[in-house]
T-cell receptor, first 111, second 111 residues
Framework: QQQVKQSPQSLIVQKGGIPIINCAYE??????FPWYQQFPGKGPALLIA?????SEKKEGRFTISFNKSAKQFSLHIMDSQPGDSATYFC??????????FGAGTTVTVRA | DTEVTQTPKHLVMGMTNKKSLKCEQH?????MYWYKQKAKKPPELMFV???????INESVPSRFSPECPNSSLLNLHLHALQPEDSALYLC??????????FGPGTRLTVL
């Protein structure tokens, strides 16, 4: 049973576009929501993370929006570049060692 | 320094072989993890060590045997693996119940 549902499975945008990835969760005990970026053949790298007491967080061109009442959070990649082409995973945890990952979204940014 | 290192990068082994994967971190993290990742899927948790003691085993077959010799090192001993065990094996580390940092992974192929 997947605790975090991620969509879309894949998306393609033109350079400069804004890919948006959405995640939803059911477990209200989750209190930490990281996003990971993974390039082929590499390990996931932490991109940005948020806690439920914050509605938005920006780091460079990456922005997380968090809607606690809807139990949804999303990643926006502003001014996307071909180098942003990767698989993105959202995740959630509840102050323990286990991360519940979404299924992943493959983003392709065309030049 | 947020680096987790893993060796070897690639490993090919037969079903009767015994091999080991190694992971190292020098960030002072006291939690270390092994994950298995199949192509186009999110990482799946296998084991968690906290303060050098095994705290989580996600019902992993006994042909995988983890070991934590000290707070910086984590090994995964492999014996009598099956072809379906071929995957990317990821190590991660964190402060207790905090952000997990992943290594680059070992690409394992079982013939």
């Amino acid at each position: 049973q997947q605790q975090v549902k991620q969509s879309p499975q894949s998306l393609i945008v033109q350079k400069g576009g804004i890919p948006i990835i959405n995640c939803a969760y059911e477990n209200t005990a989750f209190d930490y929501f990281p996003w990971y970026q993974q390039f082929p053949g590499k390990g996931p790298a932490l991109l940005i993370a948020i806690r439920p007491d914050v509605s938005e967080k920006k780091e460079g061109r990456f922005t997380i929006s968090f809607n606690k009442s809807a139990k949804q959070f999303s990643l926006h990649i502003m001014d996307s570049q071909p180098g942003d082409s990767a698989t993105y995973f959202c995740a959630a945890s509840k102050d323990d060692y286990k991360l519940s990952f979404g299924a992943g979204t493959t983003v392709t940014v065309r030049a | 320094d947020t680096e987790v290192t893993q060796t070897p990068k690639h490993l090919v082994m037969g079903m009767t072989n015994k091999k080991s994967l190694k992971c190292e971190q020098h960030m002072g993290h006291r939690a270390m993890y092994w994950y298995k990742q199949k192509a186009k899927k999110p990482p799946e948790l296998m084991f968690v060590y906290s303060y050098e003691k095994l705290s989580i085993n996600e019902s992993v077959p006994s042909r995988f045997s983890p070991e934590c010799p000290n707070s910086s090192l984590l090994n995964l001993h492999l014996h009598a693996l099956q072809p379906e065990d071929s995957a990317l094996y990821l190590c991660a580390s964190s402060l207790p119940k905090a952000t997990q940092y992943f290594g680059p992974g070992t690409r394992l192929t079982v013939l």
